[in-house]
């Protein structure tokens, strides 16, 4: 195992550590949340699980973006792949989520013009090359991948590219782990916070939300020996019944944050009301284009009835996404579910965890749940 990690002997000290939290533990058990899914798949790919104490549980959160999108949103984005003079471009993720009755790959085969770009300046790229026809991009993600959106937008506006638009389904960290920790049914005793959005919004952002909640938080890095190390000080914290915010990803992440792109953030969203899967309506957790910016907004050109749906069959992806259950107690997972056949979202995103819980294997998963 350790001959993997990129600081094996850090790493061992660190296990080590662990294991001593676990000694002033006792017989308590606690239970901690990784809220982004690239820790999520950096906990699966590299064993994390298999080296904590007995005493720690990690349990994954709703960081993964495609799987919280709404299945209203996921529907409408299939609706507006039905319109003859759209043109979709969407990050490769969003293209095998099932919808209530198909999906956009699906679509495409049937001969919608659907394209998957790396960047929503590639779709504004699609706009200039095609300014017959409207470019819509779909917006999915947290405050990471909302201001690389903001600037295509911006950029669009001073260029005049009228056949671009961006249909925004944009996520804020924030305002769900207010809602989870209001959840009575969720039990969390400290998070592992994510290091990318944390990169824009600052570690300060989170210290309202710790005192609060009243619960221990960390940003962490993505690295073995960042997420260990993270794991120390949340268990030393929950050791000594102590509840702070604390930074392990200082290189990166830094108190105030990335201003140039909370700018424009603040220039392009406004706060809107947002529906997450597994977590339904939070208020102020969706970034709504500024009317000011009407003509590049999808919502407001295409107006559709979409009607809400729970998504499709039993499956239970929304209770994964609040660690309610793990992967493998849902009854669809691994049979009628599998990366190649996904019936949810968690089974179809790169950062989605059941799709790390097939790939990596319950054997690393002992402690989980």
Not at 180 to 200: Q, R, T, Y
């Amino acid at each position: 195992m350790f001959a993997e990690f990129r600081h094996p002997a850090l790493s061992r000290r660190l296990v080590t550590r662990l294991r001593t939290v676990g000694q002033r533990l006792g017989e308590r058990r606690v239970r901690f949340m990784e809220v982004c899914g690239t820790h999520t798949m950096s906990v699966f790919r590299n064993g994390i699980q298999s080296l904590l104490p007995p005493q720690i549980s990690l349990v994954s959160g709703p960081g993964c973006p495609v799987c919280v999108t709404d299945q209203a949103e996921i529907d409408a984005f299939i609706a507006l792949a039905g319109m003859p003079e759209v043109v979709i471009a969407t990050f490769g993720d969003l293209m095998r989520v099932p919808g209530t009755g198909t999906s956009l790959v699906e679509e495409r085969r049937k001969g919608a013009d659907i394209r998957v770009v790396y960047s929503p300046l590639d779709a504004l790229a699609i706009a200039r090359a095609v300014p017959h026809r409207q470019v819509v991009f779909l917006g999915v993600g947290f405050e990471t991948t909302a201001p690389t959106v903001a600037a295509a937008v911006q950029a669009a506006r001073r260029e005049a590219v009228a056949n671009f638009s961006v249909f925004s389904a944009h996520k804020r960290v924030l305002p769900a782990l207010h809602a989870l920790m209001g959840m009575a049914d969720v039990a969390i005793d400290g998070f592992l916070l994510p290091g990318h959005v944390s990169a824009v919004i600052g570690a300060d952002a989170y210290r309202p939300f710790v005192a609060h909640c009243g619960v221990p938080a960390v940003v962490a890095g993505f690295e073995p020996v960042d997420l260990l190390s993270a794991l120390v000080m949340l268990g030393d914290q929950a050791a000594a019944g102590h509840c702070r915010l604390e930074n392990a990803y200082d290189r990166v992440v830094t108190g105030a944050g990335n201003g140039r792109a909370l700018a424009l953030l603040k220039d392009t969203f406004d706060t809107t009301d947002a529906h997450w899967r597994g977590l339904g309506k939070i208020t102020g957790s969706g970034l709504a284009l500024k009317r000011d910016l009407d003509m590049h907004d999808a919502r407001r050109l295409f107006p559709m009835a979409v009607h809400p749906s729970s998504g499709p069959g039993r499956c239970r992806c929304g209770e994964v996404l609040t660690g309610r259950i793990v992967p493998t107690a849902c009854a669809l997972f691994g049979g009628v579910c599998t990366p190649a056949h996904p019936m949810g979202p968690c089974m179809v995103s790169s950062e989605g965890t059941c799709a790390a819980y097939h790939h990596y294997g319950e054997d690393i998963t002992s402690n989980a749940g």
